[in-house]
């Protein structure tokens, strides 16, 4: 269990910082597919606070965009998670189940996964939305854009009306319902109040002409539209908490800069805490005040921006930074990890610090499971899942190179 | 453009490089290269009588790769910087344009004489999940090539046959490129991305080429992948004196492979010139504005505000007069008669560039002010149109004979005369920029950009060739060039009149080297 938590065992939430909005303990999601157990999520913790953006960057496969479905329970079968807690700030919420459910209470904290399934849906839009990667597929391709975003309005302000129950929003608009707009074509669910709603949306993220474009469909958009009618529709809710999962990787570096400038400033304007999942250090660099680094599922190393980007502990860290190519420095030869990223069976898994076979400081520590430390340098909120932040990496207790080779070779012949 | 012009400024570009690159002669030549696509251009559509439109993709390119060079070309999504890799390979027919290799013309090669090219310029592709036969085993695919061309003609004198030399020798490029030669009878998808990608230089390998076109090698791979990749690269050119055309969108892999570069931007070249000049003191306006939005990951990076470049990349079907670029361009050009500040310009441009090419209609306007005021009453009253607009396209604070013509189109568009409200603008604003295509001047390091025109023009050309190389629209009025930033050159000396006389009004050390 994490250092940093030393209340891990015992019930409520986690300590942390005042400011925190989010504190997650512990979450791990598996799939259980037919080739085995896949952990896409080992333990992770980590804390948002308020109107911070938090970062996770990671290389693909690293479980980051796991992670952010989990935290809003998304996660589709045959994935679940399994275990964890999600820890939310909610002095309202706090209050409305601290009868019911006492151990899911604590202060003004809710543990989310404690709750029935009813209300952390209704917790979506309010409290967490998301912004997912490909606006191109993430759209419905034969519903108006300014209609997508009219329904998100629609959900919200039905919720609201009676809040906490899920029926608002699914029994009004029922069978009944349907049927008569399967007859009447020009039945909506929404209103010409939500669809107003939904252009002022569009305007607030920049697009141009809101009330024209809002009768276009997806395909009329570029790719920078289409996000920011994402991020429109994201806001629909005012959410607490705005999950970004790689909201500019499919989109030019210019675009992605009108991207960016953008969630900056709805972030300062509505003082909401984001949580940043991305592949790209410089995007990361520009945007985030606390990062976590994710490799296979585990969150490696955690802290403020300078305490990851200066003095890293983790050598997947270093190495991950060593093999950007720096746009104003060149270096004339790059130090990539090598190897290859794991393949998250659990089978594969064992229990070793899952970096040790790229890694090029691995010793014989490494091959026991690896909690979290408190790092030295840095700041308070810099933390590792590293041998190297207890003690100094020595020759003597080197891994052999070909270490890993031999018990796969082993492994294979079984 | 006028039909003459592409010949005219090849000419000139051709003259300008090889000065600057010391008279060696280039491995590849591309001039006037272009590739339109046709829509409305089947049989059915003729029977029709309708108009075939074409989309632009590759308009006009010119570029040298000289032996044992890497080339870097860059650009956004859709500027045809992938099509331009594979029409000069003449994997797609070319529209127009001529491409050398060694001197020979690669449009006009056929039969064999296009084989032996094949043999000599290789291509890797950007995605290495679908560019391997997924039936084809590694060893099939590295060595495909080989069979296609014969390779080796006779039974070489060991006593292997040539199968069993075709296998040795894909497992040897197999081992050159990190995988190990008993992979030899895997399937691609046995392999991870890097791994494949791999597979694909391998391949490219196979015949000994000396030029490889390397299309976008690592913008699917991970980032500690990547560095793999391209440390992989460069051993491969020291190793084997290869040539590369790299592609590629990002910017600090270009940096760091690449020993020149070329910028693209809808369909054309924008600047040329070598790396560490491009990215130190980068000339065209976009290219400066691609370099700034690129985050960088340092700490020093946090909180750092681009000034991001307004809209989207116009389309190719229908790219924009005169410089392509000049719809975003912040440093768009002022025609003579006017002088504001370059922030309303822009934003008069803006909204005049709606009005003419995106349908912008002042019923919207209407529609989402309407909106605003959510079911009340709303009386559509010009005033507030005007300001809605004003603080949309940043107008306020316009003066004098500028701010009554913007007020005037204003009203027009209010009363939703929307062409009418674009004539005024265009009458009053028309941009140098719009009238005439730049062409790319500056010798070793070049910009298509008439910020750098006029002072190329003075230096470069005789005065006789200037009215030619300009299209044949004439040369400009030294008048209107004088309140434009020109680049205060220390280099040039302020020999000409445009550049002595303007100073250093607008930041000169951007575009000074």
Not at chain 1, 341 to 352: K, Q, Y
Not at chain 2, 393 to 415: P, R, Y
Request: proline share 6%; with cysteine; charged share 30%.
């Amino acid at each position: 269990m994490s250092e940093t938590a030393p209340a891990a065992e015992s019930a409520g939430a986690p300590d942390g910082h005042p400011d925190d909005v989010l504190r997650v303990r512990d979450l791990s999601t598996r799939f259980f597919t037919e080739e085995g157990q896949i952990n896409a999520v080992e333990s992770v913790d980590f804390t948002v606070r308020d109107g911070e953006v938090f970062g996770i960057v990671g290389e693909s496969g690293s479980g980051k965009s796991v992670t952010a479905l989990s935290l809003i329970d998304l996660v589709d079968s045959p994935g679940r998670v399994t275990s964890g807690e999600v820890w939310y700030r909610d002095a309202d919420l706090a209050d409305e189940f601290r009868d019911e459910l006492p151990e899911a209470v604590d202060g003004d904290f809710v543990d989310t996964r404690q709750l029935p399934e009813g209300v952390r849906r209704a917790l979506r839009g309010p409290a967490f939305s998301m912004v997912f990667q490909d606006p191109m597929s993430s759209l419905n391709p034969s519903i108006t854009v300014g209609e997508q975003i009219a329904e998100a309005v629609e959900v919200q302000r039905r919720a609201r009306a009676n809040p906490r129950s899920t029926r608002s929003r699914t029994q009004g608009y029922g069978m009944g319902r349907l049927i008569a707009d399967a007859l009447l074509p020009n039945r909506g669910y929404t209103s010409e109040s939500s669809m107003n709603r939904a252009i002022e949306l569009l305007e607030q993220v920049g697009i141009p002409d809101p009330a024209e474009r809002a009768h276009e469909f997806p395909h009329q958009f570029s790719g920078g539209m289409l996000q920011r009618a994402m991020i429109a529709q994201a806001l629909a809710g005012e959410p607490d908490v705005l999950i970004a999962d790689e909201p500019t990787t499919a989109l030019d570096v210019t675009i992605q800069a009108q991207i960016l400038n953008l969630l900056r400033d709805l972030q300062e304007e509505q003082d909401t805490s984001v949580v940043m999942i991305t592949h790209d250090l410089g995007v990361i660099a520009r945007m985030c005040n606390r990062v976590g680094v994710m490799y296979a599922g585990q969150i490696v190393e955690r802290g403020t921006l300078a305490d990851v980007f200066d003095s890293p502990v983790h050598p997947y860290t270093e190495g991950l930074i060593g093999s950007i190519p720096d746009l104003d420095d060149p270096d004339p030869r790059l130090q990539p990890i090598e190897g290859n990223v794991p393949s998250l069976l659990d089978e594969e898994m064992g229990g070793r610090c899952f970096f040790a076979d790229r890694c090029p400081k691995a010793m014989t520590d490494c091959l026991q499971p690896t909690p979290e430390y408190d790092a030295e340098p840095g700041s308070d909120d810099h933390a590792v899942r590293c041998v190297l932040a207890r003690r100094e990496y020595s020759e003597a207790d080197a891994l052999p190179s070909d270490h890993f080779d031999r018990t796969e070779e082993v492994r294979g012949d079984e | 453009m006028s039909e003459s012009a592409p010949a005219e400024r090849d000419d000139h570009v051709g003259d300008g490089s090889a000065a600057g690159s010391g008279g060696e002669k280039p491995l590849l030549e591309v001039r006037g290269l272009r590739k339109y696509y046709y829509e409305n251009d089947s049989l059915f559509d003729r029977l029709l009588g309708r108009e075939p439109t074409s989309v632009k993709a590759v308009d006009g390119v010119d570029l040298e790769v000289h032996p044992g060079e890497t080339l870097g070309v860059v650009g956004e999504s859709g500027c045809g910087k992938s099509t331009t890799g594979e029409t000069l390979l003449r994997l797609r027919e070319a529209t127009e344009g001529t491409v050398r290799f060694d001197g020979e013309d690669v449009m006009e090669m056929s039969g064999d004489e296009l084989t032996r090219f094949r043999k000599r310029a290789g291509i890797v592709f950007q995605d290495p999940f679908s560019s391997l036969d997924p039936r084809m085993t590694v060893g099939d695919i590295v060595s495909e090539g080989l069979k296609i061309h014969n390779v080796p003609e006779e039974s070489p004198d060991d006593g292997r046959s040539k199968r069993e030399w075709r296998r040795d020798r894909a497992k040897e490029l197999l081992e050159r490129v990190g995988l190990s030669a008993d992979q030899i009878d895997r399937y691609p998808h046995e392999f991870s991305g890097g791994q494949r990608q791999r597979v694909g230089i391998a391949r490219a390998l196979a015949l000994d080429p000396e030029f490889i076109v390397l299309d976008e090698p690592v913008s699917a791979l991970d980032v500690s992948v990547q560095a793999q990749i391209l440390n992989l690269l460069e051993d491969l050119q020291e190793d084997f004196g290869l040539t590369y055309l790299f592609i590629a969108h990002d910017l600090s892999v270009v940096r760091h492979i690449c020993d020149r570069v070329a910028v693209m931007y809808l369909g054309e070249v924008v600047e040329t010139g070598p790396t560490d000049d491009i990215f130190e003191s980068p000339k065209h306006p976009y290219t400066e504005a691609l370099l700034e939005s690129v985050p960088r990951a340092s700490v020093e990076e946090q909180g750092r505000r681009v000034d991001a470049l307004p809209g989207d990349v116009p389309s190719p079907r229908n790219p924009p007069s005169g410089c392509h670029f000049r719809t975003r361009c912040p440093k768009v050009i002022q025609p003579a008669t006017v002088d504001i500040p370059q922030e309303q310009y822009r934003g008069v441009m803006n909204l005049r560039d709606r009005l003419e090419r995106q349908g912008f209609t002042a019923e919207s306007v209407w529609e989402t002010l309407e909106s605003e005021h959510d079911g009340e009453d709303f009386e559509r009253d010009p005033v507030v149109f005007k300001r809605a607009m004003r603080e949309e396209f940043d107008l306020a604070g316009l003066s004098g004979a500028t701010m009554d013509t913007v007020e005037d189109a204003l009203e027009i568009l209010a009363n939703g005369r929307e062409e009418e409200a674009a004539d005024r603008l265009r009458d009053a604003f028309a941009s140098p920029c719009e009238e005439e295509e730049p062409v790319l001047t500056g010798g070793e390091h070049a910009a298509a950009c008439h910020l750098f025109a006029d002072e190329e023009y003075d230096r470069d050309l005789d005065p006789e060739d200037v009215g030619n190389a300009m299209g044949g629209i004439g040369a400009p009025d030294p008048s209107t060039t004088a309140d434009r930033d020109v680049p205060d050159d220390p280099g040039s000396g302020g020999t000409s009149d445009a550049v002595g006389s303007d100073g250093d009004t607008d930041e000169p050390d951007d575009n000074g080297r």
